[in-house]
C-alpha cells in the first residue's frame, strides 16, 4: 500500500519529576497522511442531502435572499468539487419529507440542478420541522449504494426546532455500526442546538453554524464541508492505546482541525480504542491524551504503545505499534514542549466554554460573568490566534453587563469558535 499514516509523539515534559502517588501527564499525537499522490484515485462518494424546507426557509434575513436559494446556490457551488461518478441524493423536510432525487451520478448535474432549485414545489407540508422523518428517507438512499470502499455521508441543513428527537438520536447512533458518516448544520438560530451537538456526537460525526445574517456564510459552511468530502482517503481509522501496567489513559481528545473528545473503548484488559472515523489525504489530525501515572524510580519508562489502523479502499493499514516513552527524574531540570501546550490552553479554554453554555442555560448570571471574563482573560493572553474568541468573549461580557443574559446568537458563535483549532495568523 503506497497510502499510509504516519504517526509522531511528543510529551509535554522531556522530564517528569515525581510528587506523590500518581502523575498528570499529556502526550500529543500526529497523524500525517503520505504517499498520497496525484495518481490515487479518489474515494468514491455516496452523499445524502436532507434539507429544510418549513416555512421559516423562506426568511431572508436582511439578504436579499431567501435562506432556501442561499443554500442551494451553496450546494451547487459545493459539489462542483466532486467526481462524475460520485452519487448524490436530496430529501426535503417539513412537517413530512419526500426523496426529491433517488441516488443520481454527478455526471448528471443538470437533472441535479433542476431537482436542487425545484425542492420546495414538491408536495412536502412546510408547516413543521420533522428532521428524523428527513433521515429516516436520506439513510433509506444511502443504503442503497453503500459498500466496502464507499464512503457514504448524510449531510443535515435545518433552522429550526424538530419533531421526533428521539428517532434522530437513534438514527445517527446507528451510523457508525453501517460505517457511515453525519454532518449536521443549523442556520440561523432557532434549531435546537443541543440536539445537533449531541446527534454529532452519537455518530462521531460533525455539526456546523451558519450565521443567518452573512449572505457568504452558507457557502463557505458547504464548500468547506465538501471539499472535505472529496478529499477523504483513509476510513475506519482506529486509535488503539496498550497502556502498561498503572498507567490509565484518562482522555483521548481531537485538538485539530476541532476539538471534541473522542470515547475510549476497552476491548480487552489495557487495550483502549478511539474511533478516528475519516482522514483526508491532504491534512494531519492531532490529538492529546491525558495520562495518569505512577510514580517510580529515576530512569526511563514506557507508558503506553500507541497503534493506527486505518482503511484505504478495502485495503487495511497500520502504523505499526509505537511506544510513548517518558523519563522520570528528581534531579534534572524539566522543560514544557510548547507545542503540546498550545493544544492544551486550546483544550481549557473549549472546557471553560462548556461550562460557561451550562451556566448560561441555568440562568446562573454571576456564574456566567465569571467565566466570561476568565475567557477573555485567558485568550487575550493567547494573542492573535485566539482573537476572534476574544472578540465574542468580550461580546458576551458586554451583553451580562447590559442586560444580564447573553443572545442565543452570540452563544453559538462562541462556542463555534471555541471547538476550532484556530493557528497563528500569517503574513
Not at 149 to 159: A, E
Request: hydrophobic content about 40%.
Amino acid at each position: 500500500m503506497n497510502a499510509k499514516i504516519h504517526l509522531e509523539r511528543m510529551m509535554h515534559r522531556d522530564i517528569l519529576r515525581p510528587v506523590g502517588e500518581s502523575i498528570a501527564a499529556y502526550a500529543l499525537i500526529k497523524l500525517i497522511p503520505a504517499g498520497l499522490g496525484e495518481g490515487l484515485a479518489p474515494m468514491p462518494l455516496n452523499v445524502a442531502l436532507a434539507l429544510d424546507v418549513s416555512g421559516s426557509m423562506y426568511e431572508e434575513d436582511g439578504t436579499g435572499l431567501s435562506r432556501l436559494q442561499r443554500i442551494q446556490d451553496a450546494a451547487m457551488r459545493a459539489l462542483q468539487q466532486l467526481q462524475p461518478t460520485d452519487l448524490l441524493s436530496i430529501v426535503a423536510f417539513g412537517h413530512d419529507a419526500q426523496v426529491i432525487l433517488p441516488p443520481t451520478p454527478l455526471a448528471e448535474r443538470k437533472t441535479i440542478e433542476e431537482r436542487l432549485y425545484a425542492v420546495d414545489q414538491f408536495n412536502v407540508d412546510p408547516g413543521g420541522t420533522s428532521m428524523d422523518q428527513g433521515m429516516q428517507l436520506a439513510l433509506s438512499q444511502l443504503q442503497k449504494n453503500h459498500r466496502e470502499g464507499v464512503l457514504s455521508h448524510m449531510v443535515i441543513l435545518t433552522d429550526g426546532e424538530t419533531s421526533g428527537e428521539a428517532m434522530c438520536k437513534q438514527i445517527a447512533a446507528s451510523l457508525p455500526q453501517q460505517k457511515m458518516h453525519l454532518t449536521v448544520m443549523g442556520i440561523g438560530t432557532e434549531w435546537n442546538a443541543n440536539l445537533l451537538k449531541e446527534l454529532a456526537k452519537l455518530s462521531n460525526g460533525k455539526w456546523f453554524y451558519i450565521e443567518a445574517e452573512k449572505r457568504e456564510e452558507a457557502e463557505r459552511v458547504f464548500v468547506q464541508e465538501f471539499a472535505q468530502l472529496a478529499s477523504t482517503a483513509f476510513t475506519d481509522v482506529q486509535m488503539h492505546l496498550r497502556p502498561l501496567k498503572d498507567v490509565r489513559v484518562k482522555r483521548c481528545r481531537l485538538v485539530v482541525p476541532e476539538i471534541k473528545e473522542l470515547p475510549l473503548r476497552e476491548v480487552e484488559e489495557r487495550h483502549l480504542v478511539a474511533d478516528l472515523g475519516t482522514l483526508e489525504k491532504d491534512k494531519s489530525t492531532r490529538y492529546i491524551l491525558d495520562f495518569s501515572l505512577p510514580s517510580r524510580p529515576d530512569g526511563d519508562y514506557v507508558i503506553c504503545q500507541v497503534e493506527v489502523t486505518y482503511k484505504v479502499g478495502a485495503l487495511a493499514g497500520t502504523t505499526g505499534a509505537v511506544p510513548l516513552k517518558v523519563k522520570y527524574s528528581t534531579t534534572q531540570q524539566s522543560y514544557v514542549n510548547a507545542e503540546v501546550m498550545k493544544h492544551i490552553d486550546d483544550v481549557q479554554m473549549y472546557e471553560m466554554n462548556a461550562n460557561l453554555q451550562q451556566a448560561i442555560q441555568q440562568n446562573k448570571v454571576e456564574e456566567v460573568k465569571r467565566l466570561a471574563e476568565a475567557i477573555e482573560r485567558k485568550a487575550s493572553v493567547l494573542g492573535p490566534r485566539a482573537a476572534k474568541k476574544t472578540m465574542l468573549a468580550k461580546q458576551a461580557l458586554q451583553e451580562i453587563n447590559a442586560g444580564g443574559r447573553v443572545s442565543k446568537k452570540t452563544m453559538l458563535a462562541l462556542e463555534d469558535s471555541m471547538r476550532m483549532a484556530e493557528e497563528m495568523p500569517t503574513g
